[in-house]
């Protein structure tokens, strides 16, 4: 799920989770449904250097490296930590409230957890509080995903299609603002659709269906390599 290198120490760190039934890669592994690890290779060697499994039953979602330490997100489990000298893994801080996911941690040490619902927080290792990150007025930053910081920027990816849907709202404007740039990746306007599907023995659960036409961006393309 995360996957972060490590330039002065040359290492790459992964980390993995059986999801089960929800995100299925793998042959069935009961044993290991729900439970996730990290894992650290040289990139050297390409050899693993050694990996982190906790007891506990949790899944980590992302990883980001401050402070010496490797710090990782567990949605609504808050942050857990390695420490690399050690070898050890724990909980860093609990935070029943929050579905952290993205992590990102900038020159000086700062930690940022993007909060799924309420937007990025910052997030303090040595109290294991976190605190969000204010924005003007009309800027939501509910639904980051993968969080980065890039030239003393903090960068976030945004899955709000499915939030919007969860949440709704029956039309989604792409193209609001009308900026040039989207449409130089030979986008044409078009609808997309949200199909809700609600069957027994879904237990509740919303199945959703994201379909868009694709056949004109395919023939541009083919247009332009040609």
């Given at each position: 799920?995360?996957?972060?290198?490590?330039?002065?120490?040359?290492?790459?760190?992964a980390?993995?989770?059986?999801?089960?039934?929800?995100q299925?890669?793998?042959?069935?592994?009961?044993?290991?449904?729900?439970?996730?690890?990290v894992?650290?290779?040289?990139?050297?060697?390409?050899?693993?250097?050694?990996?982190?499994?906790?007891e506990?039953?949790?899944?980590?979602?992302?990883?980001?490296?401050?402070?010496?330490?490797?710090?990782m997100?567990?949605?609504?489990?808050?942050?857990?930590?390695?420490?690399?000298?050690?070898?050890?893994?724990?909980?860093a801080?609990?935070?029943?409230?929050?579905?952290?996911?993205?992590?990102?941690?900038?020159?000086?040490?700062?930690?940022?957890?993007?909060?799924a619902?309420?937007?990025?927080?910052?997030?303090?290792?040595?109290?294991?509080?976190?605190?969000?990150?204010?924005?003007?007025?009309?800027?939501?930053?509910?639904?980051?995903?993968?969080?980065?910081?890039?030239?003393?920027?903090?960068?976030?990816i945004?899955?709000?299609?499915?939030?919007?849907?969860?949440?709704g709202?029956?039309?989604?404007?792409?193209?609001?603002?009308?900026?040039?740039?989207?449409?130089?990746?030979?986008?044409?306007?078009?609808?997309?659709y949200?199909?809700?599907?609600?069957?027994?023995?879904?237990?509740?659960?919303v199945?959703?269906?994201?379909?868009?036409?694709?056949?004109?961006?395919?023939?541009?393309?083919?247009?332009?390599?040609?």
């Amino acid at each position: 799920l995360g996957v972060k290198i490590d330039p002065a120490k040359r290492e790459l760190w992964a980390n993995a989770c059986n999801l089960g039934k929800d995100q299925p890669t793998k042959r069935p592994d009961p044993a290991t449904e729900g439970r996730g690890g990290v894992w650290r290779y040289s990139l050297d060697t390409g050899r693993l250097v050694r990996k982190y499994v906790p007891e506990a039953k949790v899944c980590f979602n992302d990883l980001a490296f401050a402070r010496g330490r490797i710090w990782m997100t567990t949605g609504s489990d808050g942050i857990w930590s390695i420490d690399p000298v050690a070898h050890s893994i724990a909980q860093a801080a609990a935070a029943p409230d929050l579905w952290a996911n993205g992590i990102a941690s900038d020159e000086r040490g700062a930690i940022y957890v993007a909060d799924a619902l309420g937007g990025v927080m910052r997030f303090d290792a040595d109290a294991g509080t976190f605190k969000l990150v204010e924005m003007p007025a009309g800027v939501r930053l509910g639904g980051i995903d993968g969080l980065y910081v890039w030239r003393g920027r903090l960068v976030g990816i945004q899955n709000a299609l499915r939030h919007a849907a969860q949440a709704g709202f029956a039309s989604f404007d792409f193209l609001r603002g009308a900026e040039d740039y989207k449409y130089k990746f030979c986008g044409d306007i078009r609808r997309a659709y949200v199909i809700r599907i609600f069957g027994r023995g879904a237990r509740g659960r919303v199945l959703q269906h994201v379909f868009s036409l694709k056949r004109g961006i395919k023939r541009r393309l083919a247009a332009r390599r040609g």
